[in-house]
């Protein structure tokens, strides 16, 4: 194998490595924004105010699934 062709296949695995980190993180956060969402609906009744702020905020500051590009170019 010649250098060049060395060098892609390098760039290629280091590509690959970066998308699959990526994908990994989009999808934690995603399962955290899902169970966040699932506890305050079910404990709405429950909850102070405050709580319910608290939550709320939290929700909000994750990252949306329709927000991936964004993510993607914070991570390059």
């Known amino acids: 194998m010649n250098c060049a062709a060395g060098r892609f296949f390098l760039c290629l695995n280091?590509?690959?490595l970066k998308c699959t980190s990526t994908m990994g993180k989009l999808c934690r956060v995603e399962e955290a924004h899902v169970q966040l969402h699932e506890r305050l609906q079910r404990s709405a009744g429950s909850l102070s105010c405050k709580e319910k702020s608290e939550l709320e905020s939290r929700l909000n500051g994750m990252?949306?699934?329709n927000q991936e590009n964004a993510v993607l170019k914070d991570l390059e």
């Open 14 to 16: 280091q590509l690959i």
């Open 63 to 65: 990252v949306e699934p």
